[in-house]
């Protein structure tokens, strides 16, 4: 489940990259978001005890996915896919959890960094400036600025993610997400509007048509019913590892299908990226260590007593 997950959030990036020759950009989120936000939501409606949200608590944690994770991430994301390859933009979201960490250490005073956390943060913020590799000539140039869409969804990602932290609402991951999309597809589609994009504007070619299919049945429905289980079975800390495989995905798949492949220079800033990210969360990864290896243990234990 967790290699299927990755792959079907890291192929995405490619598949974006893409349909953007197809589709208007902010239009395509909002399409994706209609239609996987709906079997979600039909998903909760079917195997959940509360397929919507009842009080404030409720539609404000659905306002803060919407607005930030739907919305804000995809926007800056789809935009900036036009002129950065998609394995690359993969590369810059993988910063997405060390994010998450910095704004929760300065949001809240129950998640202070220590010394080490924040040499975590310098690695992270060097690796994206090794993938960058601006030149200060050109940072208003076309891909300059698309790889600073694309660290800005980044940024709402992971301050969406902080901030729904103390909300307490108990809404089942599946309704949640299924009404977040709903709403952040509402939003997507006024910004469209409000860019002049238009349906007409669509070329309904078979790859944009593939394209279209693969974001919402895969990287978005099935994904996301994947992701609400190990959520349960895994936690947050063992599943933001997700996070470093779709990297890894995204650029096999763009080398496979594109020819394209990513430098030695941004594989380096993955890398410290990947570093600032453990040493953010050594202990809680020192915990998922100790349970695997536990579990492994136990199944070669097992696996012998059934030899004999």
Known sequence: MFVLVATFWGTSFVSIAEGLHYFPPILFAAIRYDVAG????????????RWRPTDRQDWLAVGIVGAFVIFGHHAFLY???????????????????????????TLFTDQQVTPVGALGFVFGFVGVGVVANPD??????????AMGLVFLSTVSFALGSVLTQPIQSELPAPTLQGWAMVFGAGLLHVVSAMRGESAAAIDWTPTAIT????????????????????????????LNLVGYLEPVVATLVSWMLLGELVDGTTVAGFAAIFV???????????????????????????WRTRGR
Not at 38 to 49: E, K, P
Not at 136 to 145: D, Q
């Open 276 to 302: 600032g990210f453990a040493l953010l969360k050594r202990r809680a990864l020192e915990d998922v260590v100790r349970s695997v290896s536990g579990s492994l243990t136990a199944g070669s234990a097992s």
């Open 38 to 49: 709906l079997l979600v939501l039909g998903y909760a409606i079917i195997r959940t005890d």
């Open 79 to 105: 935009l900036g896919e036009q002129h950065v390859p998609g394995a690359l933009a993969a590369v810059i979201v993988s910063l997405a959890p060390v994010l998450t960490a910095m704004f929760a250490s």
């Open 136 to 145: 200060p000539a050109n940072l208003v140039s076309t891909n300059g600025i």
């Open 211 to 238: 394209s279209l299919v693969y974001l919402v049945v895969f990287s978005g429905a099935i994904a996301f019913l994947l992701y609400f289980q190990l959520l349960d079975r895994l936690g947050p800390t063992e």
